[in-house]
């Protein structure tokens, strides 16, 4: 390694460090669950996974990807177009597509890869994107890579949006794209207004729900179900590494035109290879699992309701939200991170997030509500949130 350049990278994480915003891997030895076995912290209870149906370690999805390993072994060695692609393949994306009511979906390596295969895709020379301030980096980066022209409204303000599209000519094909639920605030993308203002403008409606699928409407088929808005959005992306298993994984939702239009021009599906067949077999047995126990997404919400009304209760006042993202403003970054560090001392592990994920003075411990959490598991996390938020002064110091 060039000395210099290392010197000039090793200075830059030593100014994180003495600004106390430098961040930690940690190292887990068991399953993602309720409680895990840490490294750096021994048992420790998770409220920070995304794993919010408790499937990453669900028997039947393990055993799903142990056979999908016996089977096709661990990959075909290069991109589908050339080296083929498993028949696995072919079974989740028509079963991702049937439990989305969409006509068709294609698998990514990771929804990050499904958004930047998309987004400049369609989004050529005169056309225009108009992406919600809030979207995941993902939509960023992918529409940093796009022809179009882009344009940012403000977070769900829907006049603004109006106001962005009303601005552009009449006849463009206009991208209005959304995360179905922030990542960062909990909160769900205005998709009724979002639709009818695509419907007004010409605009096609793509909507990333990553931390919808499974998790958010009725029976799990995301926050486009929530509102009963079936076949009312475009295109729908969403991840397979979140609710539906936990691995890794993502995927694209649409016409049969628009998979066909993908599998010939998105370049992260002709120039990358395939999602493993193993996280295929798993991803389809997790949505299989959520199918069949739809307990599991009334314990997720049930546990949502009752750790909000705990932490009300202890005078904390999370941002409001119908999601499993539960996010407690605390200020600036180092703040969050140091009260991240001290929950782990209590055994609790839950991740704050500061700049440059969230504008600099929002900086949040952000709470993820799982299936897999038992009362008691809340009730120890709750404990944990009262001890670390008096001592940190968030929380008023009980009398006697
Ligand atoms: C809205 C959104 N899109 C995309 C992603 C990326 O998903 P993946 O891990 O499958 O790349 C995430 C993950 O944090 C997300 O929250």
Redesign the pocket.
Known sequence: MNRAFDQKLKAELDSLRSAGTYKTLRHLTTPMAAEVNMEEAGETIVLSS?NYLGLADNPRVVAAGIEGLRKYGAGTASVRFICGTFDIHRQLENKIATFLGMENSLTYV??????EGLIPTLAVAGTAIVSDEL?????IDGCRLAQAQRLRYKHSDMADLEAKLAALPADMVKFIIS?????MEGDLAKLPEIAALARRYNGVTIV????GTGVMGASGRGTIEHYNMSGQIDII??????ALGGA???FVAGSNNLIDTLIQKSRTQLFSNALPPTVACSALAAIEELEAHPELLAKQRDNVRYFREQLAALGYKPLPGESAIIPIIVGETAFAIKMSELLLRQGIFVTGFGFPVVPEGSARIRVQMSAALEREHLDKALAAFEKVGTELGLLPVKAG
């Open positions: 995304n990771s929804c990050w890869n499904a958004n979207n995941h980096a993902s939509i995360d179905g639920v922030f990542s990333d729900d990553s931390h992306t969403g991840t397979l590494g979140k890794a994984g993502g």
